[in-house]
């Protein structure tokens, strides 16, 4: 199945939320509405449980059902939210970047408040990507944090204990629309002006 985003197209309803396309017949089977304001990113569960987190500019991280097309749960932030993406280890935690340049991280069992909030002193650029990076032996990668691109470049949260510690990452000048990391080697994909190769070294 492939999930889109996509405004409604229902003036009764407005918002944003998500379609649902099928891999085989290549058709829209259904419509789910979510956000309120426009829906900036998405990432599926790493755990298989057919859910689905989106977040917007409404200041909602949401948790979505695509088996049966509602909310299950919702969490607010600070200010809109750009981004986001799920613990690779333990799924029940999920990252969301803010527009203030904060990375705030859910316990999806707390609905109240976030876990933890991370966030430079002096920096109000919004969080554009996260990545969260699993320690790895097999890559050579030996901790454990949270990768965040942002309009004027690249953070990597490293987590050490209960805390988390920041460490810039020298990219090209401009803003950073886009990082991933494969998961068994230390290569990370930097989308900003141009696409880019860049090694990931362990900070």
Known sequence: MLVVSKPSSNQLFPGYGLVKISALELRVSEYIAVHKATLRDASFSSDSRGIVLTVGMDKLAKLTSLQSNSTVQSYEAPGPIWSCCWNQIDANYFYCGV???????????????????????????????????????????????????TLEGAVFWEKKSEKFVPHGLALLDGSCTNLQKDILIADMLCTNLIVLLLRLVTV
């Not at 991370?118 to 969260?132: F, N, R």
């Open 99 to 149: 527009q203030n340049g904060s990375v705030m991280l859910f316990d999806i069992r707390n609905t109240s408040s976030s876990v933890t909030c991370m966030k430079q002193e002096h920096s109000m650029c919004p969080i554009t990507s996260l990545c969260h990076i699993s320690h790895s032996r097999a890559s050579n990668f030996g901790c454990e944090g949270i990768l965040a691109g």
